[in-house]
């Protein structure tokens, strides 16, 4: 099924991106495709900008090529004559991801605190007093508990993962994922088979904290991260509410309330004192003053009459008055100005260039780095060898995660930006 734009240059939500690595890996996958050029994928709106000529390329087979990347490509905005309505589903996604991220953050809060309570008994003997359970019974109760964890909280990690190995790729999911999930295959090694891991008759000590904490401190930053993009996008959002839900037409029936979306231009609107102005237009009939500061700033309202240009989301002060649709949707001056803005949110700086190519060989170098360190250990740890080579790989794909470097920039631009408009 082919897609129908009016312009060359276009913009579509991309899902499924989570850290710089992503950004790069959608961009190279978009800008290898002939026809199309000046691609820019932004994070922070998680957009993919890009223009492409349309006798050399169909929209079909860039959704092809960032499918094969392991994302998914929302296409519906090609469909919608007007910004309000893609951008509700926009919210209403974020919102539903957010909420999501947020459960998945509180259910592991939950769980972690008596882990993490749970496991200090095994370091310091006051608390061993307090907790009447050996260490192979306290083992499997905090087996218990992480399990749930790592299998609802931490799933989202391991599914990316899985899907990059499948496409050959690695991001801050894999970090996490590899880094956890060592962590608690060890632990559950030592917890259901502590005969072949036993040490001069004592448990090596298992790792179920040092798991479940990771997962919920990145979950928090998601979710606080989640919440400070939804508050930059709010700029559109209150350009969009300057445009009225319904708008009264002139029919042969006689009058007729509609949706301001299915205006067309040519139809004949009433608007009556008070009333914001539903799209741009010419004066009919009637005289009126109108609240223009919302395009020009000007506090006082300005008079016109018959053959008078309007424009919508102003606001009718005093007449009612008669005016023809010239302009709808994207091709209005609101629309115009709503259009500029996305635009600057989803463009980049120099500076975001550069630190989406320094994320984009980070991830493979820190597995790298953490494989170089685990060989180390084993080789100079000593008596607990494998114990400490584990510990020093997992902090190494943790402490590494590059999440902030592809956020930070966009983050700062979208909010200056947002201010602007």
Known sequence: MEYKVKV???????????????????????????????????LATEKATFNIDKSKAGIDEIK?????????????????????????EESEKTSAYDLTLKKDFLFALILTIPIFILSMNQMFEGIRALIPFTDFQLNKILLLLTTPVIFVSGKRF???????????????????????????????????FPELILKAGEIPHVYFDTTVVIITLILMGKWLEVRAKTKTGSAVKKLIALKPKT????????????????????????VKPGE?????????????????AMLTGESFPVEKTAGGKIFGGT??????????????????????I?????????????????????????VPIVIVIAV???IVWIIVGGDEAFTKALINFVAVLIIACPCAMGLATPTALIVGIGKGA
């Open 8 to 42: 060359d240059n276009i913009s579509l939500p991309i899902e499924g991106m989570t850290c710089a690595s992503c950004v790069t890996r959608v961009e190279k996958s978009i800008a290898k495709i002939e026809g199309v050029t000046d691609v820019a994928v932004n």
């Open 64 to 88: 092809k090529v960032v499918e094969e990347a392991g994302y998914k490509i929302d296409l519906s905005s090609l469909d919608e004559n007007d910004n309000s309505s893609n951008t509700d």
């Open 372 to 374: 170089i360190t685990f």
């Open 158 to 192: 391991y599914k990316i993962f899985w899907n990059n190995l499948k496409h050959f790729t690695a991001d801050m999911n894999s970090l996490v994922a590899v880094g956890t999930g060592a962590a608690f295959s060890f632990s559950v090694l030592i917890t259901l």
């Open 247 to 270: 708008a009264l037409i002139k029919t042969t029936d006689g009058e007729k309330v509609i949706n301001v979306t299915e205006l067309k231009t040519g139809n004949i609107v009433i």
């Open 315 to 336: 606001i009718n002060k005093s007449g009612s008055f008669e005016f023809e649709v010239t302009a709808i949707g994207k091709d209005s001056v609101l629309g115009k």
């Open 276 to 292: 914001k102005i539903p799209a741009d237009g010419k004066i009919k009939s009637g005289y009126s003053t109108f609240d223009e």
């Open 338 to 362: 709503i259009t500029l803005v996305e635009e600057a949110q989803g463009s980049k700086a120099p500076i975001q260039k550069l630190a989406d190519k320094v994320a984009a060989v980070f």
